[in-house]
């Protein structure tokens, strides 16, 4: 399974990067008005730090908007994948852009049925968002591991990108339902290394070594 960062900070991009674990990223409205930067400029700079896929989203919501902002988007450079809502508007989009050799991530999906039209529609990538369907009581996984059959069984290319990921269980529930790749907040990467146990026993090995006056 890929791993992606949901995240528009150069930062946490550099830092994922030089950990050599970032296959991608993703990128939203809300995540770059957060970085407070001109959009071009910030969006060149995460597309030379990351070589793989790069999801950049139009903010159209009809279609041809849609079509005018993916296809300015993907002129960015060449590992942008354009994002585009789920709605019809979003569907024909995809239909369009596809058809013009532009790739699309299909964004926020809520249910398998959705994902079933997006990937006749020609999507590169669905994604469904995990976290959100949890907070509304609704389990998010279950979603994934539907989109996962539905596609294998009929054979789409179709790439599922977990999104909206909030914790390492859902990253292993991704892995575990043959999710193609997580996209992960940069503090969800970090809690994915984390372990108390790696940590105490980290600390015993030390211990025991210093106590011993040993030396490599
Ligand atoms: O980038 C889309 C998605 O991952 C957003 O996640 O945490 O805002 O629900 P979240």
């Known amino acids: 399974m890929k791993i992606f960062l949901d995240t528009a900070n150069v930062s946490e991009l550099r830092e994922g990067v030089a950990m050599g674990l970032v296959d991608g990223c993703t990128t939203n409205p809300s995540l770059i008005a957060k970085e407070k930067r001109p959009f071009r400029p910030l969006v060149e700079e995460i597309c030379s730090i990351v070589s793989g896929d790069v999801s950049l989203e139009v903010v159209a919501t009809d279609v041809e908007g849609m079509v005018k902002e993916g296809k300015e988007l993907a002129q960015v450079a060449p590992n942008v994948v354009v994002k585009c809502p789920l709605t019809r508007d979003g569907l024909k989009a995809v239909r369009r852009l596809s058809g013009e050799g ?115």
Request: hydrophobic share 45%.
């Open 102 to 216: 532009i790739r699309v991530n299909q964004t926020l999906c809520f249910s398998a049925s959705q994902a079933l039209l997006s990937a006749k529609a020609g999507a590169t990538y669905i994604s469904p968002f995990l976290g959100r369907l949890d907070d509304i009581s609704a389990v998010g996984m279950d979603v994934i591991r539907d989109i996962c059959q539905i596609y294998r069984t009929y054979g789409f290319t179709t790439q599922v990108l977990a999104a909206s990921i909030r914790n390492p269980l859902h990253v292993v529930d991704a892995a575990k339902a043959g999710a193609h790749v997580a996209t992960l907040p940069f503090g969800v990467l970090e809690m994915l290394i984390k372990h108390p146990l790696t940590d105490i026993g980290l600390k015993k090995f030390l211990d025991d070594w210093a106590k011993s006056g040993a030396q490599l």
